[in-house]
């Protein structure tokens, strides 16, 4: 089944979501305090992440491009709007003063971004393998209970996205070989993982309250890396 890697990470996002919920009174410099550790472990995954690159020029040439559409896009503002939107259906403000927008933004953007999820769903497309998903998925949801815990239920929401991005990838897979050579590929995973990390390192730096950067905006990032790929490969 190539989609129960994408069903079991989307899964374990709503239960560990619930279980926050449960989790509501815990302390809160506890809260802050494993904030913080996850927001220190992310920038160090996207330290690693981000170290697999052999072009940083073109990786910073990516990053600055795709930041200027993101921005023109305004794509922080539009996640942010359709979050606002959902706040709305489902009810204002959290009992703990965090709104909905806020935990399906900042959930939305910790559980997409990264080369974990692609390249797990490239593998449950290409191999029938889900074991890297699966084990993405245990690690979301330790995560969510805490951002739920702290962020509101819209966290749980999160996992909507998640489940559409990780199965496009994944049935897509079924035909990528079919339509990209094998050098080509690697060569995108390798950079787009080190573009990834980089963004995954600013969620760090938000989590931990050090920076307000719209990671967001940079996702076209990924797209002029792909684009950059397929030049480089073909010239």
Not at 58 to 63: A, E, V, Y
Not at 103 to 130: E, P, R
Not at 188 to 202: N, S
Request: glycine share 12%.
């Amino acid at each position: 089944m190539v989609l129960l890697g994408t069903i079991v990470n989307a899964l374990l996002i709503i239960v560990g979501a619930i279980i926050g919920r449960f989790l509501k009174n815990i302390p809160e410099n506890m809260k802050q305090t494993v904030m913080y550790a996850i927001g220190i472990a992310v920038v160090v995954l996207g330290i690693q992440m981000g170290l697999e690159s052999t072009n940083f020029v073109l990786i910073i040439i990516c990053l600055v491009f795709g930041g200027v559409i993101g921005e023109w896009i305004d794509i922080d503002k539009w996640l942010n709007k359709l979050g606002k939107y959902i706040e709305q259906k489902f009810g204002s403000k959290t009992a703990e003063g965090g709104s909905i927008a806020q935990g399906f933004v900042t959930g939305t953007l910790i559980f997409v971004i990264g080369a974990m999820g692609v390249l797990g769903a490239l593998n449950s497309g290409l191999q029938n393998d889900h074991e890297l998903l699966i084990s993405k998925g245990i690690i979301d949801g330790f995560t969510a209970i805490i951002l739920s815990a702290t962020l509101g239920i819209g966290v749980l929401l999160s996992a909507i996205p998640v489940a559409i991005y990780q199965g496009a990838i994944a049935l897509f897979a079924t035909q990528i070989t079919k339509l990209i050579p094998e050098a080509a590929l690697e060569l995108f995973i390798q950079e787009m993982t080190a573009t990834g990390g980089i963004m995954i390192i600013a969620i760090g730096l938000n989590l931990l309250g050090l920076t307000k950067i719209r990671v967001a905006n940079l996702l076209p990032s990924l797209v002029i890396v792909a684009i950059a790929v397929a030049f480089i490969y073909n010239f």
